[in-house]
């Protein structure tokens, strides 16, 4: 009995019939003449020529390898041919920070902002951790006992103005502390004319000369000019006198081991530049000087002091309305420093060619080398670029101050102010600056020397309730210190996170509420940060307590040591 065949069969074949010829059933052996395989004739041109090139493929089946190409350029036919009214465009947004959008945030927020009146008396009401009376004192003592006799004569040479001599590179102060080190007289220092301060100010311009003399006699001997029989052996000049480029942040045994054995064998030395040539990290005896110098024995000529002790008045009448307490924002928007942060803004074409024209003029060559590569973008997400008049006001009003706070503006002269300088007028129109507290008659004497009117500037901020720092730097790092000194401890200085800002700015679509949370919590951060101390490679010029200062209920006597 034959197995059930679960195959189809057909005609006459039967379960065991062998299997057809594999060549009966190959195309190329079909019958030829039978109709029923030939497909229906194409009746239509275009079936015609579908059907001639689909005859050709299959006789020429190595076409296909072509395909893909064939595919493609049909694609871009049809493309090229139909319009693309009907084809959605995608439009990618810019890179993060690669376009100034505060403008756009401040016209979306306006109204709301203008209508909170929830944060009225912030001036008063600003630091949760308020300085106590006496919580840090000034302890700085002074040396009662004479001086030994002098191992020789210290000549520092600085750059720069107001910033650099008294600021970062801490020029003076840390010429006091080395020749204190050292035993040697220090000459007052010498200021180089700078091309781009372009100021030639003297000591005795800029600081009361006698003053500092007088504080420091018992603590480190300083004289005017040098004695003449030993400028004789340099032919009255300065520059055959033995001169030590000295590494910065150079520790004090280098001083005592290096400097001091040329100073007891030629009895007179130049250190230029002296810019940043101490370590921050020094013995007690030598931050003692330091905090001398700087907090005691330095305050600026009487002509600087009387007028800037009446432009402070003059705010304080401004800011009856708040109990005479007054906010100073130091600002730095001018031409020179828009121009070397390499950031843009929205001038368009005419700031383009302001910007290059003030980088060649001040630093010709160094922003076009070849390979150089500027990303405005990445600059303003890292926070390098300087705040705009604009984005200050969006940050203050962020954090409680409203338009009856009154603020004192501390700048050169603002880039195009007229445009830059309009919304922060809106938002604050009893601000004032130098210029419009003072008359030009008694600003005249000042006008044209850069670290006068600077020093003017730092004291106004130095005695405002609230200091706010844009952009670093020296001169806000040093009131940061000098206020720390004043008030207790406390610097009651904002220094707002400008990688934080930058973000927030770059989101015109973000809500006035939502805005001003992230700008209370940016105040509070700088609040708990006042009261900072100093750490080991910390500047005393930014963080007086310890070294500078005690708790109230304790004495520190610290007593001065010198090389002999």
Not at 274 to 283: G, T
Not at 440 to 459: C, F, G, K, V, W
Not at 524 to 537: E, F, W
Request: proline share 7%.
């Amino acid at each position: 009995m034959h197995a059930y065949n679960r195959l189809p069969s057909s005609g006459n074949n039967s379960p065991t019939s062998p299997p057809a010829s594999p060549l009966s059933r190959s195309p190329r052996y079909r019958h030829r003449g039978s109709k029923s395989a030939r497909p229906p004739p194409p009746k239509t041109l275009a079936q015609r020529l579908a059907w001639i090139v689909l005859s050709v493929l299959l006789k020429r089946q190595g076409i296909f390898l072509f395909a893909p190409l064939l595919y493609i350029a049909g694609m871009l036919f049809y493309m090229g041919t139909v319009s693309f009214d009907v084809v959605p465009v995608i439009k990618h947004r810019p890179t993060p920070g690669s376009v100034y959008r505060s403008p756009q945030l401040y016209a979306k927020v306006r109204p709301e902002m203008d209508s909170d009146n929830s944060s009225a008396d912030a001036i008063s009401t600003i630091w949760k951790h308020s300085y106590k009376s006496g919580q840090w004192k000034p302890c700085i003592n002074k040396s009662s006992e004479g001086l030994p006799e002098s191992n020789g004569y210290i000549f520092v040479e600085a750059n720069g103005g107001l910033n650099q001599q008294r600021t970062s590179a801490s020029l003076i102060c840390n010429a006091v502390a080395v020749a204190g080190y050292l035993n040697a007289t220090l000459v007052i220092p010498n200021f180089h004319f700078h091309s781009i301060w372009r100021d030639p100010s003297k000591f005795g311009d800029i600081y009361d000369e006698e003053f500092f003399l007088k504080t420091l006699e018992n603590d480190v001997r300083i004289v005017k000019t040098v004695p003449g029989y030993l400028m004789e052996r340099f032919d009255h000049n300065m520059s055959n006198v033995h001169n030590f480029r000295i590494k910065a942040w150079s520790s004090v045994l280098y001083y005592r081991d290096t400097v001091l054995p040329k100073l007891l064998e030629e009895k007179i030395i130049r250190i230029s530049p002296f810019a940043n040539r101490l370590s921050f990290d020094a013995p007690p005896a030598v931050q003692r000087l330091r905090c001398l110098a700087n907090y005691q024995a330095l305050r600026f000529s009487n002509p600087i002091l009387t007028l800037s002790e009446t432009l402070v008045a003059r705010m304080k009448e401004h800011s009856a309305n708040n109990s005479g307490k007054y906010i100073s924002v130091h600002l730095r928007f001018e031409e020179d420093m828009v121009a070397f942060s390499c950031c843009v803004y929205d001038g368009g074409e005419q700031e383009k060619l302001d910007m290059d024209a003030a980088r060649e003029r001040g630093w010709k060559g160094k922003f076009t080398k070849p390979g150089r590569v500027i990303r405005p973008g990445a600059i303003r997400l890292n926070g390098k670029c300087p705040l705009t008049p604009l984005e200050v006001g969006l940050m203050l009003r962020g954090m409680g101050f409203d338009r009856s706070t009154s603020i004192y503006l501390a700048s050169g002269r603002i880039y195009d102010s007229e445009r830059y300088m309009a919304p922060l007028l809106e938002m604050f129109p009893l601000l004032q600056t130098k210029e419009t507290l003072a008359s030009a008659e008694e600003l005249a004497p000042y006008q044209n020397y850069s670290s006068r009117m600077a020093a003017i500037d730092y004291t106004v901020c130095l005695h405002s309730e609230v200091f706010v720092t844009t952009q670093g730097g020296n001169f806000p790092h040093f009131l940061l210190g000098h206020r720390r000194y004043l008030y207790g401890g406390h610097s009651r200085t904002i220094r707002p996170d400008k990688r934080k800002l930058a973000i927030l700015f770059d989101n015109p679509n973000i809500g006035w509420k939502s805005f001003k949370r992230q700008m209370l919590s940016m105040r509070a951060h700088s609040d708990s940060k006042g009261i900072a101390l100093k750490r080991p490679n910390d500047s005393i010029y930014s963080f007086p307590c310890p070294d500078c200062m005690c708790k109230a209920n304790k004495t520190e006597d610290s007593r001065s040591t010198s090389v002999t």
